[in-house]
């Protein structure tokens, strides 16, 4: 800066009059070369700028200013020039101030990037704003994202919706069992993660088939790209004697994706969770359970809690880009389990006249589990074909044996196979712009079930004169699935119409005995069956999609004809239903703004019940549980009626969505329920039910970047009505339940890191005659890490189940500490779970009009010491 | 073919926002005017449309600052340049690829501050393939009236300063750590480097995201500049944007039939052809009010 600049002289307001004190000077360096634009400054108190001048070419300055003061201090401070400070008295004076050179560091500040960027339907979220340094895999990462969400069995939803895809560089080798990637994939390997709004995943159906899910990819770091990364981790503790190992390898390059892992645990870390697909189409409704040990439903605590496992688990997953657009993907796995569960129970069952039915009971419930699953996947994805075929075969086989102590012992033991074959095929060709697709879906299912119990519940129950105590219920399901489905459509204008037709085959077979294990089967016709099930359904359906500014408009129209044929050969009856049923429905979405989104629909379905519910023998279903049909077909029909408000923020990092939904439930068939002593016959008559649901979800999340802090709360609402029948009486009950869930996550401070979650509920069930009384529960998760030194970290965690209900209360607190420290390239946790040694989990629950409260076996304090390290 | 192109071009380009359609220019020829010693980074936001406050855009602008002169310039234009001169290298056409163009927001004007002249030179984009206006204005117009309110940015304690320029009431917060008299656009005059200006009704603010200590060349494009003054090129943009077509055919005279992305009366995008594209009045709202 060696020219002339203009002094620029102001004055600052001060109330005293005084006259202006006016400090000349000039400012030079060593050699007594006047220095041009040198910041010269006068500070009253050494810190309040009063008043400041740049120098000119001749590297004069003036300063001038009313304050009332002895003495002032003047910096002198320029471009490579070092600074000067001299304290003055304060009068009207001349002085001269020389400079040395001196080049100047800035102190750097780095750019960061926002924590989340919008580009079109694109939220790209960058993982280094929102991990922290105990993070390990990007599941950790994931969950604290504002908009995305994810559960304790790891399914991810954004703003309050399942995702459809879950890609890693933009290739979907996972096949929705997306818990791999996220429970094995290093944080420190991904730069972000994208979420891939309205995601339509076959090229082809873009702007013309919209999709209101989100994907997510994740975008992975260039140094974790083209190489194969080895990682082991050994974890030993006690009592009695635990471990917990690991072997996982992971590749990732342009034309090929690998991951295998080997997981061996008996600490209660559930990794079969990483064998379940959840995408919407792999879910398989077309099982053969029928019969099951008696053991209660999981607690409401964090699975890791109660879980006695001994789980051996391996899986291979791998992709390979045959071009851009052409994958092939196979995925592997298998599992044994031997899991283990204690509980005790109180069952209380309201009948006729104020009459109670409480059963106690004790439980012992192991499980032998063997699980092999293996899918193999084509796909083209063009702009003009798409093309997938996939083979997934499953086989399941396991042993369950139970233990029920009450007044006296039952035992049952249960031997379960399952074996599943299904085959998706989907063409699709765009030939001048109108869309061709063929999808043919083909599945066969067996699954063979025998149970034996043990007990003298049904002595005189089935046949007065037999005195048996062991009995063996078996049942076999066989069923063959074909979906086939024919579809055009085009785009018009603002239009795009379609038509679609296709025929559904279902062909299902059951067979099952009652019988005492040393006689030969019962007389009694009514305690076997021997049923086929041949559903055909053709259907045609029209519909128009219609796209206009910021409205979308859905409109489908399907007309089915199905043609049931029972036959039941016990009874020998032989029965065919014919049905044309009309199911329509409509969506609208509307895109209010960038930030709003409105969404609306209707649909009215109806369908025919299952072959499940329709047998007329006896079955055992549980040792306690007797269930029969009278043989009336079951017709049901749903109503469902769907709102939605999204709102986004991207550049605020605020994601809020509220869903409202009624649904209307029609059957003509109800369950009746009756008690023989303990043993409970369920059976369904014919009787016109309806059932009304209404309710309310939310979720709200916001992220502050500056603080490194996410909020988010979701809050929940529904009301059931619906009707019973209970000991011969007909109750009509509804259920109410408000839920909040509220968390707090913060990494203000680098050295600590602080999250806080609390969810309170409350739920009650309402008779005519009767108001039971609420159940709440309030359960507060505080989880505290404490980094004291660069390598270490320190987690301490408490949780706090409170249950309440007017007569019984329960209150629990759980105890957690973890220790991370990283030697070199090793990392060393040591864990102690559940500090205070708690015993058992109380809880109430409520199913339809009866009471449920039950103790359940935890585990107790345990130590366990893991080492994770990276072989390659 | 040469129309098809275009057209999809136009198309891409209104898909971003009108406003700021802007056609990328070749960086390859330049001269070097100095080397800067610091390149500090701000995030601009801008109001385009006064009726709808609550959207703001946003551009990324670097400072680079030599010891005798500095430059202001958009981060995201400079990005969009350069990656359509490399598919230039590459052979045009390769660059109608819509990944291109999703630069985000640009602000248009580059200003070269010679310190050693007291004066600034200006270079400001036309909208599409408009001229290249450059002017030249004298430095430190700005009347700053400091006060003593302090605050910490970025780990810099910073003194306020208020002005009005040019219709807007302005505050911007300085470091007088930094004793380099400069800011963002043609803000400077202070006593320490600007980190943060904002006018007061929220239309327009600087704020700074990054410091760095780099040596890199300060360099000025060798465009064909047109010479002009800053209230010709005000009323320039004042037509232009009240009727955007009409300018578009002013720009593209010798192609009639291009075609344009217009938006018909159900929102649907339809291609007009420009010379039947009625009149389209755009948001305009200039950093500079007088």
Same mark, same amino acid.
């Given at each position: 800066m060696k020219n002339l600049f203009l002094s620029i002289i102001f004055i600052l307001v001060s109330s005293v009059s005084q006259c202006q004190i006016r400090i000349e000077g000039t400012v030079c360096d060593i050699d007594n070369n006047k220095l041009p634009g040198i910041n010269v400054m006068a500070f009253h108190n050494k810190k309040d700028l009063i008043s400041y001048g740049i120098t000119d070419n001749n590297g004069y300055f003036c300063l001038t200013y009313n304050i009332d003061t002895d003495s002032i201090r003047v910096t002198a401070y320029g471009f490579d020039y070092e600074k000067k400070i001299i304290d003055i008295g304060s009068f009207s004076r001349f002085i001269s101030i020389k400079l040395k050179e001196m080049p100047i560091m800035l102190k750097e500040v780095h750019v960061k990037a926002p924590a989340i960027e919008?580009?079109?339907?694109?939220?790209?979220?960058?993982?280094?704003?929102?991990?922290?340094?105990?993070?390990?895999?990007?599941?950790?990462?994931?969950?604290?994202?504002?908009?995305?969400?994810?559960?304790?069995?790891?399914?991810?939803?954004?703003?309050?919706?399942?995702?459809?895809?879950?890609?890693?560089?933009?290739?979907?080798?996972?096949q929705g069992r997306y818990n791999i990637a996220t429970k094995n994939i290093s944080s420190d390997d991904v730069a972000l993660v994208e979420v891939y709004e309205n995601h339509q995943p076959v090229k082809m159906l873009?702007?013309?088939?919209?999709?209101?899910?989100?994907?997510?990819?994740l975008k992975l770091k260039p140094d974790a790209k083209g190489v194969l990364n080895i990682l082991a981790q050994i974890g030993l503790g006690a009592a009695p004697l635990l471990w917990n190992t690991e072997l996982t390898s992971l590749y990732f390059s342009k034309k090929c994706q690998n991951i295998n892992t080997y997981k061996s645990n008996n600490s209660g870390d559930d990794v079969t969770n990483e064998f379940t697909s959840f995408y919407s189409d792999a879910q398989s409704d077309n099982t053969g359970d029928m019969l099951s040990v008696h053991s209660p439903a999981s607690p409401q605590i964090s699975r890791r809690r109660y879980l006695f496992n001994n789980t051996n688990s391996v899986s291979s997953n791998f992709l390979r880009a045959v071009s851009e657009d052409v994958n092939f993907s196979a995925n592997v796995m298998y599992y044994n389990d031997y899991l283990t569960k204690e509980s005790l129970s109180t069952s209380t069952y309201y009948l006729l006249e104020d009459s109670l039915l409480t059963i106690k009971e004790k439980n012992s419930f192991s499980q032998s589990a063997n699980n092999a699953d293996a899918t193999f996947k084509i796909e083209t994805n063009k702009e003009n074909i798409y093309f997938t075929n996939s083979l997934n075969l499953k086989a399941q086989w396991k042993t369950d044996n139970g233990r029920t102590v009450m007044s006296d012992t039952s035992r049952q033991e249960l031997n379960d196979k399952a074996f599943n074959i299904t085959d998706k095929f989907d063409l699709k060709k765009n030939i001048n712009g109108k869309i061709l697709s063929f999808t043919s879906i083909n599945s066969y299912n067996y699954t063979p079930q025998e149970m034996t119990v043990k007990s003298n519940l049904y002595k005189n129950i089935f046949v007065a004169d037999t005195n048996t105590d062991e009995l063996k219920q078996s049942t076999a399901f066989n069923g063959f699935k074909t979906y086939n489905k024919l579809f055009v459509c085009y785009e018009a204008g603002y239009f795009t119409p379609s038509w679609s037709t296709g025929a559904n085959i279902d062909i299902q077979s059951l067979e099952s005995s009652l019988k005492t294990v040393d006689v030969q089967s019962f007389s009694n016709d009514s305690l076997n069956n021997n049923l086929?099930?041949?559903?055909?359904?053709?259907?045609?359906?029209?519909?128009?999609?219609?796209?206009?500014?910021?409205?979308?408009?859905?409109?489908?129209?399907?007309?089915?004809?199905?043609?049931?044929?029972?036959?039941?050969?016990?009874?020998?009856?032989?029965?065919?239903?014919k049905r044309f049923t009309l199911n329509p429905g409509l969506d609208m979405v509307y895109d209010a703004s960038s930030r709003w989104t409105v969404k609306a629909s209707y649909s009215h379905r109806n369908y025919l019940g299952g072959m499940k519910d329709i047998y007329t023998g006896y079955i055992l279903s549980s040792y306690n549980i007797l269930n029969r049909y009278d043989g009336q077909l079951a017709e049901k029909s749903t109503d469902n009626y769907y709102l939605r408000f999204a709102y986004r923020d991207v550049m605020k990092s605020?994601?809020?969505?509220?869903?409202?939904?009624?649904?209307?439930?029609?059957?003509?068939?109800?369950?009746?329920?009756?008690?023989?002593?303990?043993?409970?016959?369920?059976?369904?008559?014919?009787?016109?039910?309806?059932?009304?649901?209404?309710?309310?979800?939310?979720e709200f999340s916001k992220h502050f970047n500056k603080i490194r802090t996410t909020v988010k709360l979701k809050p929940s609402y529904f009301r059931t009505y619906s009707s019973i029948i209970q000991q011969g009486d007909l109750v009509d009950y509804n259920y109410e339940f408000i839920g909040i869930k509220c968390g707090v996550e913060t990494?203000?401070?680098?050295?600590?890191?602080?999250?806080?979650?609390?969810?309170?509920?409350?739920?009650?069930?309402?008779?005519?005659?009767?108001?039971?009384?609420?159940?709440?529960?309030?359960?507060?998760?505080?989880?505290?890490?404490?980094?004291?030194?660069?390598?270490?970290?320190?987690?301490?965690?408490?949780?706090?189940?409170?249950?309440?209900?007017?007569?019984?209360?329960?209150?629990?607190?759980?105890?957690?500490?973890?220790?991370?420290?990283?030697?070199?390239?090793?990392?060393?946790?040591?864990?102690?779970?559940?500090?205070?040694?708690?015993?058992?989990?109380?809880?109430?629950?409520?199913?339809?009009?009866?009471?449920?409260?039950?103790?359940?076996?935890?585990?107790?304090?345990?130590?366990?010491?893991?080492?994770?390290?990276?072989?390659? | 073919m040469k129309d098809k192109i275009l057209f999809m071009f136009l198309l891409l380009l209104s898909s971003i926002r009108i406003v700021n359609a802007q056609s990328p220019l070749n960086i390859d020829d330049y001269k070097t005017l100095g080397e800067s010693r610091y390149v500090i980074t701000y995030e601009m936001m801008m109001t385009d449309d006064t009726l709808k406050p609550e959207e703001k855009s946003y551009d990324r602008i670097l400072l680079e600052i030599g010891g005798n002169i500095s430059k202001s310039y958009s981060y995201n234009l400079y990005r969009y340049d350069s990656s359509y001169t490399i598919s230039e290298r590459n052979g045009a056409h390769s660059f109608l690829n819509s990944s291109h163009f999703n630069k985000g927001?640009?602000?248009?004007?580059? &200003? =070269?501050? %010679?310190?050693?002249?007291? @004066?600034? !030179?200006?270079?400001?984009?036309?909208?599409?393939?408009?001229? &290249? =206006?450059? %002017?030249?204005?004298?430095? @430190?117009? !700005?009347?700053?009236?400091?006060?003593?309110?302090?605050?910490? &940015?970025?780990? %810099?304690?910073?003194?306020?300063?208020?002005?009005q320029f040019r219709g807007r009431n302005w505050t911007a917060w300085f470091a007088p750590q930094i004793p380099l008299s400069d800011g963002p656009w043609k803000f400077c005059g202070l006593p320490g480097l600007i980190l943060q200006v904002e006018d007061d009704?929220?239309?327009?603010?600087?704020?700074?995201?990054?410091?760095?200590?780099?040596?890199?060349?300060?360099?000025?494009?060798?465009?064909?500049?047109?010479?002009?003054?800053r209230e010709e090129i005000a009323k320039f943009l004042i037509n232009c944007y009240e009727d955007y077509y009409a300018y578009m055919r002013k720009i593209y005279k010798d192609m009639p039939s291009v075609l344009v992305a217009t938006t018909d009366a159900s929102g649907k995008r339809v291609p007009v052809k420009l010379s039947e594209a009625g009149k389209k009045k755009v948001p305009y709202n200039p950093i500079e009010l007088e």
């Amino acid at each position: 800066m060696k020219n002339l600049f203009l002094s620029i002289i102001f004055i600052l307001v001060s109330s005293v009059s005084q006259c202006q004190i006016r400090i000349e000077g000039t400012v030079c360096d060593i050699d007594n070369n006047k220095l041009p634009g040198i910041n010269v400054m006068a500070f009253h108190n050494k810190k309040d700028l009063i008043s400041y001048g740049i120098t000119d070419n001749n590297g004069y300055f003036c300063l001038t200013y009313n304050i009332d003061t002895d003495s002032i201090r003047v910096t002198a401070y320029g471009f490579d020039y070092e600074k000067k400070i001299i304290d003055i008295g304060s009068f009207s004076r001349f002085i001269s101030i020389k400079l040395k050179e001196m080049p100047i560091m800035l102190k750097e500040v780095h750019v960061k990037a926002p924590a989340i960027e919008q580009q079109g339907d694109t939220l790209s979220y960058l993982v280094s704003s929102f991990s922290s340094k105990d993070d390990i895999v990007i599941g950790d990462v994931l969950k604290k994202m504002p908009g995305i969400d994810m559960d304790e069995s790891g399914r991810i939803t954004y703003q309050g919706k399942e995702i459809n895809k879950f890609y890693i560089e933009n290739m979907d080798m996972l096949q929705g069992r997306y818990n791999i990637a996220t429970k094995n994939i290093s944080s420190d390997d991904v730069a972000l993660v994208e979420v891939y709004e309205n995601h339509q995943p076959v090229k082809m159906l873009k702007d013309i088939q919209e999709s209101d899910n989100a994907a997510i990819n994740l975008k992975l770091k260039p140094d974790a790209k083209g190489v194969l990364n080895i990682l082991a981790q050994i974890g030993l503790g006690a009592a009695p004697l635990l471990w917990n190992t690991e072997l996982t390898s992971l590749y990732f390059s342009k034309k090929c994706q690998n991951i295998n892992t080997y997981k061996s645990n008996n600490s209660g870390d559930d990794v079969t969770n990483e064998f379940t697909s959840f995408y919407s189409d792999a879910q398989s409704d077309n099982t053969g359970d029928m019969l099951s040990v008696h053991s209660p439903a999981s607690p409401q605590i964090s699975r890791r809690r109660y879980l006695f496992n001994n789980t051996n688990s391996v899986s291979s997953n791998f992709l390979r880009a045959v071009s851009e657009d052409v994958n092939f993907s196979a995925n592997v796995m298998y599992y044994n389990d031997y899991l283990t569960k204690e509980s005790l129970s109180t069952s209380t069952y309201y009948l006729l006249e104020d009459s109670l039915l409480t059963i106690k009971e004790k439980n012992s419930f192991s499980q032998s589990a063997n699980n092999a699953d293996a899918t193999f996947k084509i796909e083209t994805n063009k702009e003009n074909i798409y093309f997938t075929n996939s083979l997934n075969l499953k086989a399941q086989w396991k042993t369950d044996n139970g233990r029920t102590v009450m007044s006296d012992t039952s035992r049952q033991e249960l031997n379960d196979k399952a074996f599943n074959i299904t085959d998706k095929f989907d063409l699709k060709k765009n030939i001048n712009g109108k869309i061709l697709s063929f999808t043919s879906i083909n599945s066969y299912n067996y699954t063979p079930q025998e149970m034996t119990v043990k007990s003298n519940l049904y002595k005189n129950i089935f046949v007065a004169d037999t005195n048996t105590d062991e009995l063996k219920q078996s049942t076999a399901f066989n069923g063959f699935k074909t979906y086939n489905k024919l579809f055009v459509c085009y785009e018009a204008g603002y239009f795009t119409p379609s038509w679609s037709t296709g025929a559904n085959i279902d062909i299902q077979s059951l067979e099952s005995s009652l019988k005492t294990v040393d006689v030969q089967s019962f007389s009694n016709d009514s305690l076997n069956n021997n049923l086929m099930w041949n559903n055909c359904k053709a259907f045609i359906s029209t519909g128009c999609g219609y796209k206009r500014k910021k409205l979308k408009i859905d409109l489908y129209i399907p007309l089915e004809f199905n043609i049931l044929i029972i036959n039941d050969k016990i009874p020998k009856k032989e029965e065919t239903v014919k049905r044309f049923t009309l199911n329509p429905g409509l969506d609208m979405v509307y895109d209010a703004s960038s930030r709003w989104t409105v969404k609306a629909s209707y649909s009215h379905r109806n369908y025919l019940g299952g072959m499940k519910d329709i047998y007329t023998g006896y079955i055992l279903s549980s040792y306690n549980i007797l269930n029969r049909y009278d043989g009336q077909l079951a017709e049901k029909s749903t109503d469902n009626y769907y709102l939605r408000f999204a709102y986004r923020d991207v550049m605020k990092s605020f994601f809020g969505n509220i869903d409202i939904f009624y649904e209307r439930y029609n059957s003509n068939l109800l369950l009746d329920r009756s008690f023989i002593g303990i043993l409970q016959v369920q059976e369904m008559v014919g009787h016109n039910t309806l059932t009304d649901s209404y309710g309310l979800t939310g979720e709200f999340s916001k992220h502050f970047n500056k603080i490194r802090t996410t909020v988010k709360l979701k809050p929940s609402y529904f009301r059931t009505y619906s009707s019973i029948i209970q000991q011969g009486d007909l109750v009509d009950y509804n259920y109410e339940f408000i839920g909040i869930k509220c968390g707090v996550e913060t990494q203000l401070y680098s050295c600590v890191e602080v999250s806080y979650d609390v969810r309170w509920n409350t739920g009650h069930t309402i008779t005519e005659t009767e108001s039971y009384p609420n159940i709440n529960t309030l359960s507060n998760f505080l989880k505290i890490k404490v980094f004291p030194i660069e390598r270490m970290t320190v987690t301490a965690g408490f949780e706090q189940y409170l249950t309440k209900s007017t007569s019984t209360s329960a209150d629990m607190l759980f105890a957690d500490l973890y220790v991370k420290y990283r030697f070199s390239k090793i990392d060393i946790f040591l864990s102690w779970c559940n500090i205070f040694n708690n015993t058992e989990f109380k809880t109430i629950s409520y199913s339809e009009i009866n009471r449920f409260m039950y103790s359940y076996e935890i585990r107790p304090s345990e130590v366990l010491v893991t080492v994770k390290f990276k072989i390659l | 073919m040469k129309d098809k192109i275009l057209f999809m071009f136009l198309l891409l380009l209104s898909s971003i926002r009108i406003v700021n359609a802007q056609s990328p220019l070749n960086i390859d020829d330049y001269k070097t005017l100095g080397e800067s010693r610091y390149v500090i980074t701000y995030e601009m936001m801008m109001t385009d449309d006064t009726l709808k406050p609550e959207e703001k855009s946003y551009d990324r602008i670097l400072l680079e600052i030599g010891g005798n002169i500095s430059k202001s310039y958009s981060y995201n234009l400079y990005r969009y340049d350069s990656s359509y001169t490399i598919s230039e290298r590459n052979g045009a056409h390769s660059f109608l690829n819509s990944s291109h163009f999703n630069k985000g927001v640009m602000s248009k004007i580059e &200003i =070269f501050k %010679y310190y050693t002249d007291n @004066n600034m !030179i200006v270079v400001h984009r036309m909208p599409v393939q408009g001229p &290249i =206006f450059i %002017y030249k204005e004298t430095m @430190n117009i !700005i009347n700053w009236i400091p006060s003593a309110e302090t605050k910490n &940015i970025l780990g %810099y304690q910073c003194n306020k300063a208020t002005c009005q320029f040019r219709g807007r009431n302005w505050t911007a917060w300085f470091a007088p750590q930094i004793p380099l008299s400069d800011g963002p656009w043609k803000f400077c005059g202070l006593p320490g480097l600007i980190l943060q200006v904002e006018d007061d009704k929220g239309e327009y603010a600087f704020t700074c995201k990054g410091i760095k200590n780099t040596t890199k060349p300060i360099v000025m494009y060798d465009y064909f500049y047109e010479q002009s003054t800053r209230e010709e090129i005000a009323k320039f943009l004042i037509n232009c944007y009240e009727d955007y077509y009409a300018y578009m055919r002013k720009i593209y005279k010798d192609m009639p039939s291009v075609l344009v992305a217009t938006t018909d009366a159900s929102g649907k995008r339809v291609p007009v052809k420009l010379s039947e594209a009625g009149k389209k009045k755009v948001p305009y709202n200039p950093i500079e009010l007088e």
